[in-house]
């Protein structure tokens, strides 16, 4: 079972990363497509690699938005490494 | 321009479909599946109709749910035709 991070693992990995937030206990970032073509395109790439780490984030769409929140189910609910893992993954996905 | 339903007329659209709920000027219905996979695939079924109505829905997934809410931003983010026309292909999607 993943460990709940601190708050300042969470803070230093998202350091590494662009306009991720923390709060109640999830990161979170917003991204932003060309249209919802784009937008929904992201959303299946990032549910390959979310089954492929068995980890799944929630995922919000409003047309050419998607914001993704993060927080281990095992772990009560906390962060962990899973989630820097898949953020990190989805910010390659949306850099590339 | 599509026009806002009346309450009435919008509570009559849901009694012809099943377990939708009509509350902050939005028609909702949390879908379950087996799996996050079944839950993806649904939410790409309902994309390819989304663009050819020209009307696209809020979509939140957490694992195996997919939850769905219609309003229409050109009529200031009420209910109209539009939302329970799209209402009725993603129960069709979910039927089939």
Partial sequence: MA???S???IEEALADLTNW???DDKITKEF????F???IGF???ISFEAEEQVHHPEIFNVYNTVTIS???HDAGGKVTEKDVAL???IESLYNN
Same sequence: chains 1, 2.
């Fill in 37 to 39: 073509r784009d937008a």
């Fill in 43 to 45: 959303i299946t790439r």
């Fill in 3 to 5: 460990e709940p991070l």
């Fill in 87 to 89: 953020a990190k993954t």
């Fill in 7 to 9: 708050t300042d693992k």
């Fill in 32 to 35: 932003t497509f060309d249209n």
């Fill in 21 to 23: 937030s923390h709060e």
């Fill in 70 to 72: 993060l927080s281990t």
